[in-house]
């Protein structure tokens, strides 16, 4: 009987929905296991084979747990607002939820084909009403909730009220905007606008003016992590920074525990590595420096307070709100213009350029409370507004910014560390001897930093600071397709809708564009009022809402009354195991920590992380094709004759070539330009070239699974997607090497069948060699999926295979618990097996894992050498089993140990069980 993989894969992927097979109940005496893959945003242009890898991964692992006995949770949704279907939408008028629809059934049914064990039951989109609900709520709570830096957590902003009422802010040690200190009568006589403005100081959703990202091009403001280069993430639009209200979301009030919580996850170090380079904690003090004529003091942050001696200007940010108040009338011109200037530039570029030196002086002095130094105050754009206090004491011998500006500005430069050299460099290290700084003069550069905190502490100059370079996180957005904010202006103060008003469901627009007077889109919508009459936020929320918790609503996904419940948190608890792409790494997985640790503050989750082991999956290259035509001609030469003539290489279709071989005809129709095209061929086979580079559609290098699983079965395309190579590590797409591992799919399949097509497993009891091969097989494979070395399990189920076959075996007791081994990797033509073996149909999947036996591995005999005086004379077989004394006796009788005795009685006999016999004579 022919392996009819088309057969098998339709019947068992219809069976699964059928039986519902891979739906699971959170009521269960199982232990749970929680795999998850990072949900996709469904584009139009459908999954590339590079896609699924990460899926065909974790659904390996997911099915292997289930054969361990775990209940398995693996589910599958989609991250469904967000930008392109909005793009999409403006260009072609089609709504996004039509388009997102239409991209998300092409996912799924491309998903289907794969055959992957989701529970389907339990899917959604973020832009489902009973879906963003929750997102909304969980947003309500954010803006209901404040952080108390004394319990370090989230409370609620009723208890901030009482306690205002009783006794002002007096006591209150929060994470807040900047709000000067009142007594209790202070706050019992404001009005309900003044106190609501304190109160948004508090929430951890919160509406401020911001310095923002703003892309005109896309008409939105955009998060830092949506920004590369000064260019929008999509689209690659120019990003300039602006001033307007937006929401925010405090997540810098959980930069401590971001950072802590890294030590209790099994992830990469490098990505662990990246979030603590994202959050940048750094030890500090801030500083006052008065500034000469004028009342105002700057305030400073370093890092190195130790090199104040060494101080020969400051510098603020150019946005800075003091630089209007002490530029004097001479420099006004020149700071305006650099101001100006430095508009144009993004945050990102301003960190990142370093070549660059510019600035420009405000005419203002401060005084050097250390040496009694004057020093001018500049502003230059490498100081960011957003960080520590916007400004700094430059101090050129330590750091190399302060170097090259005052290298360039003509500015002191004065050595403060003993055998520093500065004549072309800073010396930016943190050690070293002190010099030239009064008090510190001879101290250790750790003990000065002592020494001078305690000074700058005593003397009321500062006080000892940890900074986080993490931003509060800009959560508006000015589009349309997004959850709507639950959020009215009541007489122009925030009002939030109550919980039973929930979802608040986007509004139909006419067109998705901004309305004339500069209005996000919701600003067409009629009626876009509360219930009485007040109007809503016109912004949206940002992709990320969406999918900073979808995680937790997997557990609990039709729950209507909850986010989720109790009982389904506390039995899923936290993702065991999730995969995804590096591209998330400081993005959604540091939302989703915030996120998570926010919902673990207020008793709804019981984790304080979300996703306990994180595995990266590398990318998957395209593999290109190239034809190389005679240049203004339409002959096309093949491969290694190309550099007999004066060619270009062109991209071809992936696709119309195997092997690379070039399918002629189908060249001539791939493209009207190429209908006459003539072939200069080798072997009579035009020979095409290649390389590697990113699988996209311009470079005709994307494949679809459709088309493999089409031409070679879903089973031979996940082992070979897993066959490729390490999980973690990017490869190309290689079709040349497929055919290798759909002929082991074939042949696994013959053993079971004649040519008759009847199953020709015998009873017959497996030889030790057998059992050996199938035993060192259970171990490579259960350990291989452990460490996520798929790649390794293919190759090891080819030797297994090809070992069985010089034996001739044939045998049931071998190939039944080879079927469950192979199930995770091909579920499909398992799954026919199973059943050809008289199981019942479904069951593979709740088949118990093989268990490894060690004894079977241990050889029956071992084979002693023996040596007489030191010297090895032979080697005799002896049972593993015996002990020293048995060894002993055994070896004496032995007839070739005779021989060596030569009758003597041996004075000592040394034995080391499994290893060596020694006889002295
Ligand atoms: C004086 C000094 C002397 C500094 C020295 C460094 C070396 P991290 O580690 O990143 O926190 N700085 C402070 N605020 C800044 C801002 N808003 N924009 C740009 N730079 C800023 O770095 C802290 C150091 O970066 C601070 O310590 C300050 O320069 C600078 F030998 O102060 B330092």
């Known amino acids: 009987m022919e392996y009819n993989f088309k057969e098998i894969e339709q019947k068992w992927q219809a069976w699964w929905v059928e039986h519902k097979t891979f739906n699971v109940s959170n009521v269960t005496d199982k232990p749970k296991f929680y795999v998850l893959d990072m949900f996709p945003y469904p584009s139009g242009a459908g999954l590339h084979v590079g896609h699924p890898l990460g899926y065909i991964a974790s659904d390996i692992y997911s099915r292997f747990k289930r054969h361990k006995g775990f209940n398995v949770l693996h589910p599958m949704g989609y991250d469904a607002f967000g930008l392109p279907a909005e793009q999409y939408a403006i260009q072609t008028g089609q709504h996004p939820a039509v388009t997102t629809a239409k991209n998300v059934a092409r996912y799924r049914e491309q998903l289907d084909k794969i055959g992957f064990s989701y529970d389907w039951s339990r899917e959604f989109k973020t832009c489902d009403p009973s879906y963003y609900k929750w997102t909304q709520w969980v947003f309500l709570q954010l803006f209901d909730h404040w952080y108390n830096k004394q319990t370090q957590k989230a409370e609620p902003i009723s208890q901030l009220v009482a306690e205002f009422a009783h006794n002002g802010n007096l006591d209150v040690d929060a994470v807040c905007g900047n709000v000067p200190t009142f007594y209790a009568e202070v706050w019992k006589g404001m009005d309900e606008s003044e106190k609501q403005d304190i109160l948004m100081n508090y929430r951890l959703a919160y509406l401020a003016d911001t310095l923002v990202n703003w892309c005109p091009e896309l008409g939105t403001v955009l998060a830092n992590d949506e920004v590369k280069d000064g260019l929008s993430e999509r689209g690659g639009h120019p990003v300039v920074q602006k001033k307007m209200q937006q929401w925010s979301l405090r997540i810098t009030a959980y930069a401590q525990r971001l950072l802590d919580g890294l030590d209790d996850v099994e992830w990469s170090e490098s990505l662990k590595e990246m979030q603590r380079n994202w959050i940048g904690r750094s030890e500090g003090a801030t500083l006052f420096f008065n500034l000469v004529g004028k009342p105002d003091k700057i305030e400073v942050f370093t890092t190195r307070p130790d090199t104040i001696h060494g101080a020969t200007f400051m510098v603020l940010a150019p946005e800075h709100p003091l630089v209007k108040k002490i530029t004097t009338d001479e420099q006004a011109d020149a700071v305006a213009e650099y101001v100006q200037e430095t508009s144009k530039r993004s945050e990102r570029d301003r960190m990142t350029d370093t070549k660059r030196v510019s600035g420009a002086f405000t005419g203002a002095f401060v005084l050097n409370p250390f040496t009694g130094n004057l020093l001018p105050v500049w502003i230059s754009d490498y100081v960011l507004v957003n960080y520590g206090t916007g400004a700094i004491m430059a101090v050129p011998s330590g750091d190399s910014r302060d170097y090259a500006f005052a290298r360039k500005f003509g500015m002191p430069i004065i050595p403060i560390i003993e055998g520093q050299e500065i004549s072309t460099t800073s010396h930016d290290a943190k050690e070293g001897k002190m010099i030239n700084s009064g008090i510190l003069n001879g101290l250790e550069v750790k003990d000065a930093i002592r020494k001078i905190n305690d000074e700058i502490e005593g003397r009321g100059l500062g006080s000892i600071k940890v900074n986080y370079r993490l931003r509060d996180a800009i959560f508006s957005r000015q589009r349309y397709w997004g959850e709507p904010f639950p959020i009215y202006y009541k007489d122009g103060v925030a009002t939030a809708l109550s919980e039973n008003e929930l979802p608040l469901t986007l509004p139909e627009i006419s067109e998705f564009l901004p309305t004339e007077d500069g209005q996000p889109p919701l600003g067409r919508a009629t009626d876009w009022t509360s219930p009485d009459g007040f109007p809503f936020e016109l912004s949206t929320m940002p992709g990320f809402a969406g999918s900073s918790g979808y995680y937790l609503r997997y557990m609990d996904p039709q729950n209507n009354e909850e986010f989720v419940s109790k009982e389904a948190n506390e039995y899923w608890q936290d993702v065991d195991l999730y995969i995804g792409g590096t591209e998330h790494a ?306 004496l009788a032995s007839e070739i140990a005779q021989k060596w005795l030569e009758g003597k009685t041996p004075k000592k006999i040394i034995v080391v069980p499994g290893r060596i016999v020694n006889i002295v004579l």
Not at 605 to 633: A, T
Not at 677 to 702: H, Q, R, T
Request: charged residues 25%.
């Open 586 to 891: 400081v993005g959604h997985l540091i939302y989703s920590r915030f996120w998570n640790k926010f919902l673990y503050d207020i008793g709804m989750v019981c984790k304080s992380e979300p996703f306990r082991k994180l595995v990266n999956q590398g990318m998957i290259q395209g593999r290109s094709n190239f034809v190389y035509r005679v240049k203004g001609s339409q002959t096309f030469v093949s491969y290694n004759l190309r550099n007999d003539y004066d060619t270009t290489p062109l991209h071809v279709d992936v696709n119309i070539v195997q092997n690379d071989v070039l399918d002629t005809e189908a060249f001539r129709n791939w493209l009207p330009e190429y209908a006459n095209a003539e072939f200069i061929l080798e072997d009579g086979k035009y020979i095409c070239g290649w390389e590697v580079e990113k699988m996209s559609k311009s470079k005709y290098n994307v494949v679809n699974p459709d088309r493999v699983v089409e031409e070679y079965g879903a089973d031979t395309l996940r082992m070979y997607e897993m066959f490729l190579g390490p999980l973690e590590q990017s490869k190309p797409w290689d079709m040349n090497g497929i055919e290798g591992v759909h002929k082991f799919l074939r042949k696994f399949w013959r053993n079971f069948y004649n040519v008759e097509g009847q199953l020709q497993l015998t009873d017959e009891e497996a030889t030790d060699a057998e059992l050996k091969i199938l035993h060192k097989t259970i171990k490579k494979i259960s350990d291989d999926i452990e460490r996520f070395s798929f790649n390794t399990s293919v190759s090891a189920f080819m030797i297994a295979l090809n070992e069985l076959a010089a034996l001739k075996c044939k045998k049931r007791s071998i190939f039944e618990p080879l079927v469950i081994l192979v199930h995770p990797f091909a579920p499909h033509i398992t799954e026919e097996l199973w059943i050809a073996l008289g199981n019942t149909a479904g069951a593979i999947s709740d088949a118990e894992w093989p268990e490894f036996d060690e004894d079977v591995l241990k050889e029956a005999n071992i084979l002693y050498p023996v040596s007489f005086n030191g010297r090895k004379r032979c080697d005799i077989e002896i049972s593993a089993a015996a002990d020293a004394a048995e060894v002993e006796r055994f070896v």
